[in-house]
Each structure stands twice: as structure tokens, then as C-alpha cells.
């Protein structure tokens, strides 16, 4: 069974940065991009970026670009999203999500970030 | 980048009727996607390539379209089907998501 986990909910302050983890289980890690995706409270669904688990090849939003950074983890077969400079617009839920060619098949439970001083 | 945009925003169906969300892309994409997002849970893969159902969905629900103009369609409404409904696109960069639909039971 495929399984996406995330990391705990986040409580940061403004300017700070934030490393959220999706480790995964049921499926061959390498061969499979990993999107994140951002959906604010009552908001649409945007797309941030993806990694390849193969080799870490990324793809950006260019609207994500200087704000979130995407890592693997192979030997854990664990994806990571660094999120800099966070400022109350970042306060949002994060899931991760496989990608099966052109969508999405799996996604996280999601995890809520946050931003208050 | 592409814009999707679904309507009705809101919405509201009685056990047994039919519904129908429409999605509408600012240019011409090959395929639409459809995910179900009930209050607090993630997003649910619903139908993939524009008419697939993905595995596990009931067969009341069916996708269809093409061009600039898909819908997904539940035949006959049931409790558990109210939810936000998304349409997603990924025919070019950056995939996009329509605003959402929400379905409530009558």
C-alpha cells in the first residue's frame, strides 16, 4: 500500500525557515517525482514544485522560486521541502503529492504551517 | 499559465439527483483531472485523463470534455459525496487547479 506521511503541524515566526518531511512507503521511491503543493485556509490548490527520486531533479513554480527548496533522501526515501523567509502569506497547508504522469495518485495528510510571532 | 474555472462555485443535491461542475481552461489542454477534498482530509484522485475513474471511485461518478470545456458528472447523489470537487490541468507549466466546487447535500 503507498503511503505519503508527513511531518507534525508548525508554529514559526516571521523570517524564519521550516523543513517539512514526507517519508514514503509501498512503492520504489527513485521512480517517481514528488510534487508539494500549498493550499491556504478555504483557497485553491497551487503547485510549488516537484523531484525526481532518482537523481533530485527539480521543476519550480516560478511563483515558489527563492521560496521553497526541494530535497530526497534516498536511503529513507523521504522528500523535503525547506521553506525560507516565511512571512504570515506562507501560513497554509502543505501536502505532498506523487505524480503519476500528468497527476496526482497519492497525497500526504497534509501538514499546517503557521506564521505568527 | 493556465486558468481553470469551475462552476457553480456552490452547490446543493438531494439523494438520487444528478450533478454536473464544469470546468472551464483559459486555453485549450489534452486532458482534465478531477479530485474529491473532504473538510480536513487531502485531496482524493477521482478521474484521470479527462473520463478514467481511478481505482476504488463508484461508477456514479464519469468525466468528459475536451478542448477548453470538461465536467465531471455524479448520476446519482449520495451523503458521501459532499465535498469540494477540483478540476487540475497539466498541459503545460505550471499545473493548475480550478477554484473548487462545493457540493452539499439537500
Known amino acids: 500500500e503507498v503511503q505519503l506521511q508527513q511531518s507534525g503541524a508548525e508554529l514559526v515566526k516571521p523570517g524564519a525557515s521550516v523543513k517539512l518531511s514526507c517519508k514514503t512507503s509501498?512503492?520504489?521511491?527513485?521512480?517517481?517525482?514528488m510534487s508539494w503543493l500549498k493550499q491556504m485556509p478555504g483557497q485553491n490548490i497551487e503547485w510549488i514544485g516537484n523531484?525526481?527520486?532518482?537523481?533530485?531533479?527539480?521543476g519550480y513554480n516560478q511563483k515558489f522560486k527563492g521560496k521553497a527548496t526541494l530535497t530526497v533522501d534516498k536511503s529513507s526515501s523521504t522528500a523535503y521541502m525547506d521553506l525560507s523567509s516565511l512571512t504570515s502569506e506562507d501560513s497554509a497547508v502543505y501536502f505532498c503529492?506523487?505524480?503519476?504522469?500528468?497527476?496526482?495518485?497519492?497525497w500526504g495528510q497534509g501538514v499546517m504551517v503557521t506564521v505568527s510571532s | 499559465e493556465i486558468v481553470l474555472t469551475q462552476s457553480p462555485t456552490t452547490t446543493a443535491a438531494s439523494p438520487g439527483e444528478k450533478v454536473t461542475i464544469t470546468c472551464l481552461a483559459s486555453?485549450?489542454?489534452?486532458?482534465m483531472y478531477w479530485y474529491q477534498q473532504k473538510s480536513g482530509a487531502s485531496p482524493k484522485l477521482l478521474i484521470y485523463?479527462?473520463?478514467s475513474l481511478a481505482s476504488g471511485v463508484p461508477d456514479r461518478f464519469s468525466g468528459s470534455g475536451s478542448g477548453t470545456s470538461y465536467s465531471l458528472t455524479i448520476n446519482t447523489m449520495e451523503a458521501e459525496d459532499a465535498a469540494t470537487y477540483y478540476c487540475?490541468?497539466?498541459?503545460?507549466?505550471?499545473?493548475?487547479f480550478g477554484a473548487g466546487t462545493k457540493l452539499e447535500l439537500k
Open positions: 509501498g512503492y520504489t521511491f527513485s521512480n517517481y517525482y
Open positions: 523531484i525526481y527520486g532518482g537523481n533530485g531533479g527539480t
Open positions: 487540475q490541468q497539466w498541459s503545460s507549466n505550471p499545473p493548475t
Open positions: 503529492a506523487r505524480n503519476y504522469g500528468s497527476y496526482f495518485d497519492y
Open positions: 485523463s479527462t473520463s
Open positions: 486555453s485549450s489542454v489534452s486532458n
